[in-house]
């Protein structure tokens, strides 16, 4: 839209000149009529009318070019911009892969070294506990990354889904987690004037995505904060909050956290493949819908999903 | 101790190495492959009774092998490695051939596991394709036709969702088998987590309703409490 806006105006400008000759010359062929000092009169033969004709036409095709050539240049620049971006989020990806991929690996290389080594047998136990729990954790890796390629592709189910017994069940599911019990969990439904609508999707992608939230928020908060989901609908969209009052994401970190494998500076040591939110985004992305972060250091968090009714 | 014979082939020497000694240990004698030719050449020479097939070999893939295999008409058991997680209705198409699959990475156990199934539902099958290589099956006045995507009960049209079938028809594919809402998941949607396996209740509630099939009193689909589901009806090859 901006670049039809410039490109108008640049039409516009380029003819503004012969445009206020012209003018000039009806207003004195006008006046010239009745006024006995003003006289003007235009006088042609055939061949200087096809001189100007020409002239004109080729005045206008070289403003077309100009214009054309603007408007291809600033084309290829915001190609070029996005083509950067998307170099620079894949190099950032792969080098959070490497990073991965290489704790594990140097993990396990420890072990099979040490265990090399020893005869004893609880070190031994130790030892093969260890490579099990790194094999698991690149296990998951694989598994979460392959789930990321398989939602950009595979037909996305539409059927009728419930959001209020869609949260009701996340949260009977996450009261298994470690910091459930030391968090204020607490669901709000939009109740009244009328019941939530429900939303066409998947109903098992959607609480997919509403737990890796959840998860997210009670992994980041502390003991006793408050973890408040709520669900409510604007125009026509279904709107689910999730909101902690815990430490807040650092600023910094706020633009990357929907990227693959990002572990921002205070989730360094906690547990996960790093891949949750990227899947919260790949999902509600594929339904139609949005996630957003609203965070303030010292104060909180609200994570946002947008997903579109009635369609 | 049971003495199947499986060939395994694999061109991953690492992944060989140490799968042939586990499968040896759980009673099997194995054999090893690693290019589609050569499967194809001891599947004649030795007449195995399971094929553990990757799908990536050089040369000739598991998919060709397979294929070549039901070309002349050879119904040997398949399981399938393959190494992109791909969902029933997608991997066990009657075009593969494959009598079950297993995606990369898997547990050796869970490998086991699936040998035992499909060479218990090979000795249980009277012809000599089993329900898993058949375009239509058959429960009671149940009938399913894979290859149509399409369901009826005692001659009357019965329309599902697409998972609904999907479910249906990895159920009837391992009838007396009892799977947990995990497996399930992971079997028809590719993927599985605690909080979606409600997601499996909601389409075996839809079965149920569809099929006219009483949780209390079921001919079909029985919930095993604690565990999950099993389909219980016997199940055949349909003729027509």
């Given at each position: 839209?901006?670049?039809?806006?410039?490109?108008?105006?640049?039409?516009?400008?380029?003819?503004?000149?012969?445009?206020?000759?012209?003018?000039?010359?009806?207003?004195?062929?006008?006046?010239?009529?009745?006024?006995?000092?003003?006289?003007?009169?235009?006088?042609?033969?055939?061949?200087?009318?096809?001189?100007?004709?020409?002239?004109?036409?080729?005045?206008?095709?070289?403003?077309?070019?100009?214009?054309?050539?603007?408007?291809?240049?600033?084309?290829?620049?915001?190609?070029?911009?996005?083509?950067?971006?998307?170099?620079?989020?894949?190099?950032?990806?792969?080098?959070?892969?490497?990073?991965?991929?290489?704790?594990?690996?140097?993990?396990?290389?420890?072990?099979?070294?040490?265990?090399?080594?020893?005869?004893?047998?609880?070190?031994?136990?130790?030892?093969?506990?260890?490579?099990?729990?790194?094999?698991?954790?690149?296990?998951?890796?694989?598994?979460?990354?392959?789930?990321?390629?398989?939602?950009?592709?595979?037909?996305?189910?539409?059927?009728?889904?419930?959001?209020?017994?869609?949260?009701?069940?996340?949260?009977?599911?996450?009261?298994?987690?470690?910091?459930?019990?030391?968090?204020?969990?607490?669901?709000?439904?939009?109740?009244?004037?009328?019941?939530?609508?429900?939303?066409?999707?998947?109903?098992?992608?959607?609480?997919?995505?509403?737990?890796?939230?959840?998860?997210?928020?009670?992994?980041?908060?502390?003991?006793?904060?408050?973890?408040?989901?709520?669900?409510?609908?604007?125009?026509?969209?279904?709107?689910?909050?999730?909101?902690?009052?815990?430490?807040?994401?650092?600023?910094?970190?706020?633009?990357?956290?929907?990227?693959?494998?990002?572990?921002?500076?205070?989730?360094?040591?906690?547990?996960?493949?790093?891949?949750?939110?990227?899947?919260?985004?790949?999902?509600?992305?594929?339904?139609?819908?949005?996630?957003?972060?609203?965070?303030?250091?010292?104060?909180?968090?609200?994570?946002?999903?947008?997903?579109?009714?009635?369609? | 101790?049971?003495?199947?014979?499986?060939?395994?082939?694999?061109?991953?020497?690492?992944?060989?190495?140490?799968?042939?000694?586990?499968?040896?240990?759980a009673?099997?004698?194995?054999?090893?492959?690693?290019?589609?030719?050569?499967?194809?050449?001891?599947?004649?020479?030795?007449?195995?009774?399971?094929?553990?097939?990757?799908?990536?070999?050089?040369?000739?893939?598991?998919?060709?092998?397979?294929?070549?295999?039901?070309?002349?008409?050879?119904?040997?058991?398949?399981?399938?490695?393959?190494?992109?997680?791909?969902?029933?209705?997608?991997?066990?198409?009657?075009?593969?051939?494959?009598?079950d699959?297993l995606?990369?990475?898997?547990d050796p156990q869970e490998l086991i596991a699936r040998i035992k199934a499909v060479?218990?539902?090979?000795?249980?099958?009277?012809?000599?394709?089993?329900?898993?290589?058949?375009?239509?099956?058959?429960?009671?006045?149940?009938?399913?036709?894979?290859?149509?995507?399409?369901?009826?009960?005692?001659?009357?049209?019965?329309?599902?969702?697409?998972?609904?079938?999907?479910?249906?028809?990895?159920?009837?594919?391992?009838?007396?088998q009892?799977?947990?809402?995990?497996q399930?998941?992971?079997?028809?949607?590719?993927?599985?987590?605690?909080?979606?396996?409600?997601?499996?209740?909601?389409?075996?509630?839809?079965?149920?309703?569809?099929?006219?099939?009483?949780?209390?009193?079921?001919?079909?689909?029985?919930?095993?409490?604690?565990?999950?589901?099993?389909?219980?009806?016997?199940?055949?090859?349909?003729?027509?």
């Open positions: 839209m901006r670049l039809k806006i410039s490109k108008s105006i640049q039409v516009g400008l380029l003819f503004l000149p012969l445009l206020l000759g012209l003018a000039l010359a009806i207003a004195l062929q006008v006046i010239s009529g009745n006024n006995p000092v003003i006289r003007f009169q235009a006088r042609a033969d055939l061949g200087t009318l096809a001189l100007i004709g020409g002239s004109l036409l080729t005045f206008i095709l070289l403003g077309g070019w100009t214009v054309r050539g603007v408007h291809n240049r600033s084309l290829k620049r915001s190609l070029a911009t996005v083509l950067s971006e998307t170099t620079l989020a894949r190099r950032r990806f792969l080098g959070r892969l490497d990073h991965e991929l290489r704790n594990s690996l140097t993990a396990l290389h420890s072990t099979l070294g040490y265990l090399h080594g020893t005869s004893n047998e609880i070190d031994i136990s130790r030892g093969l506990n260890d490579i099990s729990v790194q094999v698991s954790r690149l296990r998951s890796l694989v598994i979460d990354l392959r789930k990321l390629a398989d939602l950009e592709e595979q037909a996305i189910e539409r059927q009728p889904v419930d959001i209020g017994e869609l949260l009701k069940d996340v949260l009977e599911t996450i009261q298994v987690h470690p910091d459930y019990n030391e968090r204020q969990v607490r669901l709000t439904l939009l109740q009244s004037p009328w019941q939530l609508s429900p939303v066409q999707g998947d109903g098992a992608l959607l609480s997919l995505a509403c737990y890796n939230l959840l998860d997210n928020a009670l992994k980041f908060s502390q003991v006793g904060d408050n973890v408040e989901v709520r669900a409510f609908e604007v125009d026509n969209w279904l709107v689910i909050e999730v909101a902690d009052n815990g430490p807040g994401i650092p600023e910094n970190d706020l633009p990357y956290i929907f990227e693959e494998l990002y572990r921002g500076s205070n989730a360094r040591g906690q547990p996960g493949s790093g891949l949750g939110l990227a899947l919260v985004q790949t999902i509600v992305r594929r339904h139609g819908g949005t996630v957003t972060v609203r965070s303030r250091s010292g104060q909180g968090t609200v994570l946002t999903l947008r997903l579109p009714l009635g369609l | 101790m049971d003495c199947s014979h499986i060939l395994l082939a694999d061109d991953e020497k690492m992944i060989t190495d140490y799968l042939a000694p586990i499968l040896e240990r009673g099997y004698s194995v054999t090893v492959t690693s290019d589609g030719q050569t499967t194809l050449r001891k599947v004649s020479e030795l007449h195995p009774d399971l094929i553990v097939l990757d799908v990536l070999m050089p040369g000739m893939d598991g998919r060709e092998v397979c294929r070549q295999l039901r070309a002349v008409d050879n119904w040997i058991p398949v399981i399938m490695l393959t190494c992109v997680n791909e969902t029933v209705d997608k991997v066990l198409s009657l075009e593969e051939g494959a009598d699959y995606c990369k990475p898997f060479l218990r539902r090979r000795q249980a099958s009277t012809s000599s394709k089993t329900i898993s290589q058949a375009s239509r099956l058959q429960a009671g006045d149940l009938i399913l036709d894979r290859c149509a995507r399409w369901v009826e009960v005692g001659g009357q049209a019965v329309e599902l969702t697409p998972k609904a079938l999907a479910l249906l028809e990895y159920l009837m594919l391992n009838p007396e009892v799977f947990t809402r995990e399930l998941m992971d079997a028809v949607w590719g993927w599985s987590h605690a909080v979606a396996s409600r997601a499996v209740d909601v389409r075996i509630a839809e079965l149920r309703h569809a099929l006219g099939d009483d949780p209390e009193e079921c001919k079909y689909i029985e919930t095993v409490i604690g565990v999950g589901y099993h389909f219980v009806a016997q199940v055949e090859i349909a003729g027509g």
